[in-house]
């Protein structure tokens, strides 16, 4: 009898915890889409101010890794750097950045949820973005043509 209530309040924990990353999964796709249109409507000016910012954050929470190995990792921790200059997304509606620790490790390129954001994006305010689907995700192995 305990072994059945102990197997249901298992499931239901992993179904919350499911439920909470793929919560936090959607929240880093949602900010990486964002941040690539954001970036492409900003002056060049302000495009290398957000790349500094972008490496100076980097810098403080992966001191070994230097830049990043493909458009998510880049517009990740583009988003970080953007709500840190205070930058507004540009998708209309969307004014604020989720909340993302480490954008390295919150969604691997490829994800059905950022096809999912690209294609809400489309659908509700025309936006075509697209983000490369490369897999080159580890950010400890950035080539130096990507660094800095």
Do not use: C
């Not at 517009?75 to 750097?81: D, E, K, M, S, V």
């Not at 059905?112 to 936006?127: D, H, N, P, Q």
């Amino acid at each position: 009898m305990y072994a059945a209530y102990f197997l249901g309040f298992l499931i239901l924990v992993i179904i919350v915890l499911k439920s909470y990353r793929t919560k936090q999964q959607h929240a880093a796709a949602a900010n990486i889409v964002f941040a690539k249109y954001t970036h492409e409507q900003l002056s060049k000016e302000k495009q290398r101010k957000v790349h500094a910012k972008a490496i100076e954050i980097v810098k403080s929470k992966e001191p070994k890794v230097r830049g990043f190995a493909n458009e998510v990792e880049r517009y990740g921790w583009y988003a970080l750097a953007m709500e840190d200059l205070k930058i507004p997304s540009a998708i209309p509606e969307n004014p604020n950045w989720n909340k993302v620790k480490n954008p390295y490790y919150a969604i691997k390129p490829g994800s059905m949820l950022i096809r999912g954001v690209t294609s809400f994006v489309a659908k509700e305010y025309g936006i075509n973005i697209s983000v490369s689907e490369a897999r080159n995700y580890t950010g400890s192995k950035v080539g130096k043509e990507n660094r800095e």
